[in-house]
């Protein structure tokens, strides 16, 4: 029995042995080969943060305070938009240019040598062409053409010596040309069309540079004013979260004179995280409201900009007649839409003209070296029958020129709409305004009594709470009416189109 045991406890041991060293070789290879796990369950390269420091010592950034004339200067300096608009200015110029310089004498010189040998003979030949055309106003055009030759032989013998044959010659052809239009292409205004419409044009693309720039300038304008209304909205979070401090040292006083339940504490310190969170909202909305006032001046990232104090609002008498005709000399869209009318009548004058016989009186004069002239004057008279287009695109232009009528009244109408709309926005927004002063004086009245009170224990901490949320609040919502309401005053700047008379900006030609 005892050999039996002791078998067995050997047999234990060896197994023992056995598990325990496989054990070990197990552990040592899982060491070898382990990765490391975050505790979060991430991948590693989102666990591993740098410690952050209780204390960290933010680098001094230089505040640059801007002002709402700095803001446009600004934007009119680095915007990229205005930059591309100058920048097609360029183009448009050449535009006018090319157009006005429609009956500018086009010369066209000629030059040419070549030399051909053929055995020992070798020819020279030269030639001079001088052409001019000129257009006139009434529509007629001047040809002007002088063509000179000249022609020589040598011939070149055995040792390379080259003889003239003497029969170098010289000849000259004079040709003067001049064709009037009488009726189809004649008269000053059809050929003065072009000119006109380019100018036309001219005057849309100087209408549209002024309404570039005054979009630009009102977004400018919108962005800082977001920027201060972050600014201040921050400084209401952070006196309410100064105000909830304080009434939680006021909560604890009277806890600790056993006037109030410890319990009650818990609703300041409620009122106080949410104070936090709202504060931690307004220092984000604040940032981002830097960067996109940033992103339309187009200056440094790094700019630390701040908005300067939020101005006194004081209500503006507006008279609709008077911003009626300010408006009918500057708003963009009705200036634009009377250039497209006065354009497409010059487009149905083109196209009846077209419809027209061609009469013309054609004269030449041509002058050779033998000093002979051809002199010829005559009439020449021709109509297209029966293309189909010429009467189609007068059917056309007639119809584009009725549709203009039409959306210029359109536009004339709705100007007035829009305008007495605006107005009456303006005057609600300033009421608005005032009924948000009015509020945020009794909320703060009211705060003060409820205060008076819990000093005295006739009060509830949660009115006070209440009383506290219903000030911030009062705060926010006058704020958000002084925007408005400036808001509102600077769109009827933008839509009366005199927004750059009112930063006095400029346009040079």
């Known amino acids: 029995m005892i050999c039996l045991l002791c078998k067995k406890v050997l047999n234990f041991r060896k197994h023992y042995f056995l598990i325990t060293f496989a054990l070990i070789l197990l552990a040592s290879v899982s060491k070898s080969a382990a990765v490391d796990v975050p505790s979060s369950g991430y991948p590693a390269i989102f666990d591993k943060t740098p410690t952050r420091d209780n204390n960290p010592q933010k680098p001094e950034v230089k505040t640059t305070k801007l002002s709402l004339a700095d803001v446009v200067i600004l934007v009119l300096a680095n915007n990229t938009e205005i930059k591309n608009a100058y920048l097609d200015r360029i183009a448009q110029k050449q535009d006018l240019t090319v157009a006005e310089g429609k009956f500018r004498p086009i010369l066209t010189p000629i030059l040419s040598f070549s030399v051909n040998r053929l055995g020992e003979v070798t020819n020279t030949l030269g030639s001079l062409d001088a052409k001019v055309v000129v257009k006139v106003s009434t529509g007629g055009e001047f040809n002007f053409g002088w063509t000179g030759n000249t022609q020589g032989s040598n011939i070149s013998n055995a040792n390379n010596f080259s003889t003239s044959l003497n029969n170098d010659s010289f000849s000259q052809n004079l040709q003067l040309s001049f064709r009037q239009p009488l009726l189809k292409g004649g008269g000053t205004s059809l050929n003065q069309a072009s000119i006109a419409v380019a100018r036309l044009n001219e005057t849309s693309n100087i209408i549209n540079l002024k309404s570039t720039l005054s ?179 007068f059917e056309r232009s007639r119809v584009e020129l009725l549709k203009t009528e039409n959306t210029v009244r359109n536009v004339r109408t709705q100007l007035d709409i829009d305008l007495q709309d605006k107005i009456r926005n303006i005057q609600l927004s300033f009421s608005q305004l005032e009924l948000a002063r009015q509020r945020t004086e009794l909320s703060v009245r009211q705060l003060e009594i409820e205060q008076e009170k819990q000093k005295l224990g006739r009060s509830r901490l949660l009115d006070i709470i209440k009383l506290q949320n219903d000030l911030v609040q009062a705060k926010n919502d006058e704020l958000n009416a002084t925007i408005t309401y400036l808001n509102a005053l600077t769109n009827l700047d933008q839509f009366l189109g005199t927004t750059l008379q009112t930063w006095q900006v400029s346009i040079e030609n």
């Not at 033998?370 to 009439?379: C, P, V």
């Open 215 to 393: 979009d630009t300038i009102t977004k400018a304008i919108f962005a800082y004013r977001e920027l201060l209304q972050a600014q201040e909205r921050l400084k209401i979070e952070q006196l309410s979260l100064k105000n909830a401090e304080e009434s939680l040292e006021v909560t604890q006083v009277l806890i600790d004179a056993g006037r109030v339940a410890p319990v009650d504490i818990v609703q300041n310190q409620t009122d106080i995280a949410n104070r936090r969170v709202s504060l931690l909202s307004a220092e984000n909305d604040l940032e981002s409201k830097k960067l996109s006032l940033i992103s339309i001046l187009n200056i440094n990232q790094k700019t630390n900009v701040e908005a300067g104090e939020l101005p006194t609002v004081k209500p503006t008498q507006l008279e609709l007649e008077k911003l009626k005709q300010i408006a009918l000399q500057n708003q963009p869209t009705y200036l634009n839409s009377l250039l497209n009318l006065d354009k497409n009548k010059i487009d149905l004058r083109l196209a009846e003209d077209e419809k027209r016989w061609d009469l013309s009186f054609t004269t030449s004069l041509g002058n050779g070296t033998n000093q002979d002239t051809d002199a010829r004057a005559g009439l020449s008279l021709s109509r297209v029958i029966g293309d189909l287009s010429l009467n189609q695109r």
